[in-house]
């Protein structure tokens, strides 16, 4: 079975700096990855995704992810936050041979105007 | 194009008590999920279905929560009798192949 760590609980920056957010995960078998966004009082959102080729993917709103196999890890980032980017971030994997997907506990980000 | 529906939005209930969760997923997305989010934590797979069948419900408590999708579209989500522990929100997702899962509002369970 598959887990997802998320390093960071809670993130606090200032607008315009830059963002890393941390997401391993331990799986044997091939991956597809994923980051989620859930704004105040909005459902879940996919910011991005990655199945398969260039293992830099870049997703709506500036945000992009990298995936290095070698780490098992598939950290977020943006080079300059606003505070619209207010939000709790959530780093899924499933198998690609099902798509049950595997939650981390998600990292809460406040950005400061 | 509409999104993933799910009524109602917040339920509040004693213990020992019964509740349903009714979701209608994306027009066309055969696959659909249940997942379990206690505050502080990502969501938790409760049971996924593909068409009207169960592909997936390890880790449903079957004991008390029951699910059912009879006609392929829509889906109902039953805890019977709830605990304590079951406050939580309750979202439904749906999928097509090759594809990300798109997730509803939620419902947001309190337990008395």
């Known amino acids: 079975a598959q887990s997802v760590s998320q390093h960071n609980h809670h993130v606090i920056l200032s607008e315009a700096a830059s963002l890393e957010l941390g997401c391993n995960y331990s799986?044997?078998?091939?991956?597809?990855l994923f980051w989620y966004v859930q704004y105040p009082g909005q459902h879940l959102q996919l910011l991005l995704k990655?199945?398969?080729?260039?293992?830099l993917v870049k997703g709506i709103k500036g945000f992009e992810a990298e995936f290095i196999k070698s780490k098992f890890s598939f950290n977020l980032r943006k080079p300059s936050v606003q505070w619209s980017d207010t939000a709790e971030y959530f780093c899924?994997?499933?198998?690609?041979?099902?798509?049950?997907?595997?939650f981390g506990s998600g990292t809460q980000l406040t950005v400061l105007p | 194009e509409a999104g993933v529906a799910q009524s109602p939005r917040y339920k509040i209930i004693e213990k020992r008590q019964s509740v349903a969760f009714w979701c209608n997923p994306i027009?066309?997305?055969?696959?659909l999920y249940w997942y379990q989010q206690i505050l502080g934590q990502g969501p938790k797979l409760l049971i996924q279905?593909?068409?009207?069948?169960?592909?997936?419900d390890s880790q449903l408590p079957k004991d008390r929560f029951s699910a059912e999708r009879l006609k392929g579209v829509d889906s109902t989500l039953k805890i019977q009798p709830a605990k304590l522990e079951d406050s939580a929100v309750y979202l439904c997702?749906?999928?097509?192949?090759?594809?990300?899962?798109?997730f509803g509002p939620g419902t947001r369970l309190t337990v008395t």
């Open positions: 279905f593909q068409n009207n069948g169960v592909v997936d």
């Open positions: 990655y199945f398969s080729g260039d293992p």
């Open positions: 799986y044997g078998g091939t991956v597809n």
């Open positions: 997702a749906s999928s097509i192949p090759q594809s990300e899962q798109y």
């Open positions: 899924a994997v499933s198998a690609s041979s099902a798509r049950q997907l595997t």
């Open positions: 027009s066309g997305h055969a696959t």
